[in-house]
């Protein structure tokens, strides 16, 4: 066979053969040809007792251009391809190199790199010690296409690995690499590890350090949070990842891991965003299983955690306007009518913002996300009532796109303003909107709007309050008797006899 060597075994096993069977035989019970049979035979010599041969047996194409043209250009620049190599040639000298020669140039300048190449960078292999060192990182999770009641979820990974043990942890990163998403995502694998490791390392994130020249150039907060925990901080060289090889290597198993669980599970569509954690815990917890001897030992090694966690998160403030909105960190957020006015303290967290009046926590919201051209994260639940009062403002209101829960209501509302007059058109998706915010509603209404456009029938309002607005159960009305309070006297007086 072409390309594949014959071995000194398979040389004994057709000499055996070769003493009962004729010579077409025994080649073909040995696995080589007639024509290698005959040099066999020929030849008392093992395969490995043989020299290898070095020299060349064809001319060499390049001969008269390699010294001259090829070798200049690799000493230039050593990262030259092959093929461009190639194409320069035959640009320079037309129907001298045809493309069937580029596999003896790819050997050519293989060879030319071992023997005179620029040195290349040296990987050294490292020996971890239990509790000694956790690394962290973010990684994005775009190419897994996971959405959110139908709609891609944008978001990342932070992940947290233990080097000796490879005992991981991942949460949902919404919005960028944010020191809050850090400490938020840090903190949680610390203590569902149950201690801490001598040392924490990352790349070189903004949102731990100043990214310097000095080596020590954490930021004010990222070194309060390495102090509280009495870990040590480390990063890697800029631009070398590999560095990091701990956890930059689990990125790939573990999106592996989801994408596969993905497949078994038959679709990547999630009813919200609770289930798509338990989903990713699950995978998680399954990946631990594996390490689950080795993290053992290295559990034994880790630091006590302190009496109770840092602070992992950043207070800013903002004011309600009159439009029932207020910005944090050039995200526009809806807040309920009743705070318009009102200055609030906005504690910013890795995946929610909690807003605060006078001490007492009055709205929490998930953290909106700056990524792309939409920076706007709002409910429509806190514009219902008003809308119910003005319902002809939604027409031209300017984040009218934004209040949509679903596309179901945003197609059903092109329909609505294609074949309705404006009133009639802002009553019905007011209504609709305002039957969406009942409590188990949003889901099934967008299904049967689906089903309504399918059919390319309008939505019935007054019909879809019947079926899906909630009955008040008729309660049945008791008369209770009181009984007059000589007969307690009478059972007193039973008593006593």
Known sequence: MSGTRITDQQVRLYMSKRKHHSQEIAAAKAGI???????????????????????????????????????PMLANAPQL????IL???????????????????????????????????????????????????????????????????????????????????????????????????LQNALWQAGGCPREHRTDSL????????????????????????????????????????????????????????????GHRDFVDRATYDEFLREVVMRRNRRNAAAFRLEREQLMDLPLRRTTDFVEEEARVTRCSTFTVRGILYSAPSRLIGHRLKVRVYGDRLDCYLSGALVHSTS????AGDNRRALDYRHFIESLKRKPQAFKGLAFRDELFPREAYRRT????????????????????LELAALDGVEAVLAARLNALLVDGKLPDLKALREEFAPRHA????????????????????????
């Open 87 to 185: 194409r320069k040639l035959q640009d320079d000298h037309p129907g001298e190199y045809p493309d069937s020669t580029r596999r003896t140039l790819e050997r050519r300048i293989r060879h030319w790199r071992a023997m005179s190449g620029p040195p290349k960078e040296v990987f050294f292999p490292q020996q971890h010690e239990p509790g000694v060192r956790g690394l962290s990182d973010f990684t994005d999770m775009a190419e897994l296409r996971v959405t959110i009641a139908g709609v891609p979820f944008e978001h990342r990974l932070y992940h947290f690995v233990l080097a000796f043990s490879r005992w991981e942890y991942a949460n949902i990163v919404e919005g960028g690499e944010s020191f809050e998403a850090l400490s938020m995502g």
């Open 33 to 71: 040809s007639v024509r290698s049979a005959r040099r066999i035979e020929r030849d008392a010599v093992l395969p490995s007792q043989k020299p290898r041969r070095y020299w060349r047996s064809r001319p060499d194409p390049f001969a008269d251009v390699w010294d001259a043209e090829v070798v």
């Open 474 to 497: 008729d309660c049945p009305v008791v008369n209770v008797e009181m009984p007059p309070v000589s007969s307690y006297d009478d059972l007193l007086g039973k008593e006593v006899a």
């Open 367 to 370: 953290r909106g996300s700056r």
């Open 206 to 265: 903004s949102a731990a350090f100043r990214n310097l020249a000095d080596e020590d150039d954490f930021t004010v907060r990222y070194a309060a949070l390495l102090e509280h925990y009495g870990m040590n901080g480390t990063r890697n060289n800029r631009g070398l990842g590999h560095e990091n090889g701990s956890v930059e290597s689990s990125h790939r198993y573990l999106k592996e891991a989801v994408d596969q669980a993905l497949m078994l599970r």
């Open 81 to 84: 391809q092959a093929v461009t």
């Open 413 to 432: 509302w092109e329909q609505l303003e294609a074949r309705l007059t404006q009133r009639e058109a802002c009553k019905v998706i007011v209504g609709l």
